[in-house]
């Protein structure tokens, strides 16, 4: 009882006064098991429902059996129908095929005899010409040109038609039914049958064909007979469908799979309908006859029966029901009341032993004017004794003014007696040092009964735990441990009202971590977790009590520097020291899973009240400070400016210049196309061949004119607008590649570089594949550059897309090799055929020992892996030699030659300057 002496603030809930439990008498002697189950079984409210059930269930069953009976009639019937309506689709398309074909044999035979030309004449004289609006009649002569037709039509030519073509290799005398299409005199749709024609001497002389409408062939669908939903139709035996009427709706080209000739079977085939199907082949023609009955209207009739059988046996059923129902609600009550008293006495005992509540029983003890002035313990659970540590006896019959006289006139009591008095219930939660042991939250409940009150209490210390736990997690970083995003909210709005209030000043500084990135990606996300772990202890340590550091998100972070004095243009030099040590820390190199690698942060600075007066505000200018850092070439610290809102703007308008260069590329856009390909020749160092071009963009921008790669790629890979400009590369080198060799130069292989964006791209396999096949560039005449922190970021996808692009034909090199940190195991199963080296490596060839190694250990182990080796960026002489005399295979570079536009290339490949080029090369 010690622990309800503590103080507390009640909650109030209205309830209903209810009946002091009492203490419940001992168990009656009980019946045997048997004799309990046939006690029940013979009382009404159990009896008479049994005997309903049994009931019912005749009802139903013999109901059910009913319908089983007329569904399977109805199905039989649905299976006759359908057989009848392909015994007279088939009938009918024997008597329309076998006209057909012997109108091909009738041109056929006038061709011969008349020739080409003076056949349709002769057959209309006498005629045995079709009616020209339901069939067109055509001759081909052997080289597709057609040479007569019924009815009159322009010349055209039927070399690329699939039927011509088959005649032309077969020399055969059965027909050949085309698939459906469109005719292209009158852009309407036919079915074309077709013989071949011979000369004399037996030798291919061209085609007779009959174009018939594909409706023509179910024109005898009959709604009254097959329905809104029944089905003719003419499929071939490859599977494609020539002609298909599903109630007035004509198609074809759908795919189709004959079944077993004359089997009726219920299934979907060409839509979500389920139909009644059958099929059968058409004698002579490479055909079979579909007819199918809608499930649904054949089965109607009897759906409709099965809904009268059906409410009528629940109707009878409901009534029944009904009737137990009232009869059993009262033998019910008459059995519920007999053993209510019994049932809540064993009720309360079970459930307040079981509880891992404590109860105690109250009872009020009047004084004066009937105002309760004390309270008798009347009862308690086992639970009570273990949370206060008293025993059962000693507590009952205590008064609480003997038990706890000190605290009669604490909030507790007052509590408990005004619930007493009113009978409204009370709740209140406290932490308590009273009890045995350590100190715990408890939940305390007090309830009115007649004659007193019933407390319940609850140990909610786990509860309490809980909560402080999911507190912590929701406004701390899982990984870091460090306050998230919604706690540097929280504490900067609030450091922003107390600036406000002081008339001090605070500073918000955005640090992006330049290079995790490539650790990222190339020592995979576990070496990332573990640098940012490491990296933000570090900036953690750099700061004092009251200032924040925080995630931000993914490399991010932000730190809170509040109470700073407000000294106007002395705000930045009270805190670069600070951020300087943190720039400094996070330099500092850190070894992850045996491996040194070393990251910098870009640090954006901005200060209330100065920059901005809201959380928004600031958050924003520290963002944009931290991007001057990076654009200053990183690992620096930058105050914001008013000016750097212009870069913003100004990205803005870059990036909707992008989007309308993308607009003036695509096809049928008025006016010139905003974009360029340049091209750099790759050059052998050995013979000075040039065997190949890198294809590199350029951007004329309509108002600024030339936009650098540098300022727009990446924009574009952060927008995601590099995926269709990728794709137009990818298009235009293609085509150009093709337009040279069609000008008859030397075929020439063109790589184009694949960003990231585009690389994760899931079509970039079939946009690549669509390229070549529209352009007609053969696959060998592509290369595609993949970076290799980009192959690192999912080495197993990036090795799976590489691959399915080395299947087509195409060949892969991996760009700017050694910049990266793929690991040679890795390298093993790249399905390439080139090593990029990269031209940071090569600048300094002439005078650093440090490149000079390295451009010779790619070189070696290119070679080791049977990989041709190129290096980028060559420009002098010194470079070249130094690359031939360590048997680099190929170099590109201005040197040579720098980006070029097409028309150039084609100039370098001319003849007359090719060995001049080769020269200079070498």
Not at 285 to 296: D, I, M, T
Not at 468 to 490: K, Y
Not at 494 to 511: C, G, H, K, N, P
Not at 692 to 715: C, K, N, T, Y
Request: hydrophobic residues 45%.
């Amino acid at each position: 009882m010690k622990a309800l002496a503590e103080p507390a603030t009640p909650g109030a809930v209205r309830i209903g006064a209810g009946m002091a439990p009492s203490v419940p008498p001992g168990p009656p002697a009980r019946r045997s098991a048997p004799m309990r189950w046939l006690v029940l079984a013979l009382e009404t409210h159990i009896a008479l429902p049994l005997f309903a059930l049994v009931l019912l269930g005749a009802i139903w069953g013999g109901t059910l059996h009913a319908l089983e009976a007329e569904r399977q009639g109805a199905g039989k019937a649905a299976h006759d129908a359908t057989r009848e309506l392909l015994d007279t689709y088939e009938a009918q398309m024997a008597r329309s095929l076998s006209n057909i074909d012997q109108t091909l044999r009738v041109l056929k035979y006038a061709v011969e005899q008349d020739g080409p030309t003076g056949a349709l004449p002769t057959l209309a004289a006498k005629g045995l010409l079709p009616p020209g609006l339901v069939f067109q009649v055509e001759i081909a002569d052997s080289g597709g040109r057609v040479v007569a037709s019924n009815p009159a039509s322009d010349t055209r030519n039927l070399s690329g038609a699939d039927y011509f073509e088959y005649h032309r290799r077969t020399n055969g005398d059965q027909p050949f039914v085309g698939h459906t299409g469109f005719h292209a005199r009158n852009e309407e749709p036919h079915l074309h049958f077709s013989r071949r024609i011979n000369d004399a001497a037996g030798h291919f002389a061209g085609v007779a064909v009959v174009a018939i409408d594909p409706a023509y062939f179910t024109s005898s669908y009959e709604r009254s007979r097959q329905g809104d939903l029944g089905l003719l139709g003419l499929a071939g035996l490859d599977g494609v469908v020539r002609a298909l009427r599903i109630g007035e709706r004509v198609s074809w080209g759908q795919r189709y799979a004959p079944r077993a000739a004359d089997r009726v079977a219920l299934g979907r085939a060409f839509d979500a309908e389920p139909r009644y199907l059958s099929s059968r082949p058409l004698n002579g023609f490479p055909l079979v006859a579909v007819a199918g009955l809608s499930e649904a209207e054949q089965m109607a009739d009897y759906r409709q029966q099965r809904r009268a059988w059906l409410l009528g046996a629940g109707a009878g059923s409901a009534l029944l029901v009904a009737v137990v129902i009232l009869v059993s609600a009262w033998s019910w009550q008459l059995a519920k009341a007999r053993r209510r008293e019994r049932m809540a006495q064993e009720t309360y005992a079970a459930a307040s032993e079981a509880s891992p509540d404590a109860f105690f029983v109250l009872r009020s003890v009047f004084g004066a004017q009937r105002r309760v002035v004390d309270f008798s313990v009347a009862a308690v659970n086992s639970r009570a004794e273990q949370l206060t540590g008293l025993t059962r006896a000693h507590m009952t019959g205590q008064p609480m003014s003997t038990m706890l006289p000190a605290d009669l006139g604490s909030a507790i009591f007052a509590d408990l007696a005004a619930v007493a008095h009113d009978g409204v219930a009370r709740e209140a939660e406290w932490l308590t040092r009273a009890l045995p042991g350590e100190q715990r939250w408890l939940h305390r409940q007090a309830v009115a009964v007649e004659g007193g009150v019933v407390v319940i209490v609850r140990d909610i210390t786990e509860r309490k735990l809980a909560e402080e736990r999911i507190r912590h997690l929701a406004h701390h970083d899982d990984l870091t441990g460090l306050p998230n995003r919604s706690l540097l909210r929280e504490r900067l709005d609030a450091a922003i009202v107390e600036a406000a209030r002081d008339a001090s000043a605070l500073a918000l500084a955005f640090i992006d971590l330049d290079g995790f990135k490539l650790v990222n990606d190339g020592l995979g996300h576990n070496a990332g977790d573990e640098l940012l772990k490491v990296v933000g202890a570090r900036m953690r340590r750099c700061l004092g009590p009251g200032e924040t550091l925080a995630r931000f998100g993914g490399d991010e972070f932000v730190i809170l520097l509040p109470d700073l004095a407000d000294d106007g243009a002395a705000l930045g030099a009270s805190v670069l020291p600070l951020l300087e040590r943190v720039r400094e820390a996070v330099a500092e190199p850190v070894l992850v899973e045996d491996q040194e690698v070393q990251v910098t942060a870009s640090i954006g600075v901005t200060f209330y009240p100065r920059d901005g007066s809201d959380a928004d505000a600031l958050m924003m200018h520290a963002d944009m400070a931290m991007y001057r850092a990076k654009e200053l070439g990183s690992n620096n610290v930058q105050l914001y400016a008013s000016e750097m809102d212009a870069s913003v703007e100004e990205k803005l308008m870059l990036l909707e210049g992008l989007r309308a260069a993308i607009d003036s590329c695509a096809e049928g856009f008025p006016g010139a196309c905003q974009f360029e390909l340049l091209y750099q020749p790759k050059v052998d160092l050995r013979s000075g061949r040039l065997f190949g071009l890198e294809a590199l963009i350029r951007w004329h921008h309509p108002d600024q004119g030339m936009v650098s790669p540098l300022r727009f790629i990446g924009l574009a890979e952060e927008s995601g607008l590099i995926v269709p400009i990728g794709e137009w590369v990818v298009r235009t080198a293609c085509r150009q590649s093709m337009e040279w060799r069609r000008a008859g130069l030397a075929p020439l292989t063109v790589s184009v570089n694949v960003s990231a964006r585009q690389f994760e791209e899931k079509r970039l396999v079939e946009r690549i594949a669509g390229a070549l096949r529209d352009s007609g560039l053969p696959p060998d005449g592509l290369e595609i550059e993949v970076t290799e922190s980009l192959i690192m970021r999912d080495l197993g996808r990036s090795v799976e897309t590489m691959r399915e692009l080395e299947a087509m034909g195409m060949s892969l090199s991996v760009d700017d090799f050694g910049t990266g940190y793929s690991s040679l195991s890795a390298l093993k199963s790249f399905p390439i055929s080139r090593l990029k080296i990269d031209k940071s490596f090569v600048a300094d060839l002439a005078h650093s020992a440090d490149d000079q190694a390295i451009a010779a250990a790619v070189i070696s182990l290119g070679h080791k892996l049977n990989l041709r080796v190129i290096a980028e960026g060559v420009e002098t002489e010194q470079q070249r030699d130094f690359l031939r005399a360590n048997d680099c295979d190929e170099m590109q570079g201005y040197l040579f030659s720098r980006p070029v536009a097409a028309h150039e290339i084609a100039r370098m490949l001319a003849p007359d300057t090719a060995d001049t080029a080769q020269e200079r090369a070498a």
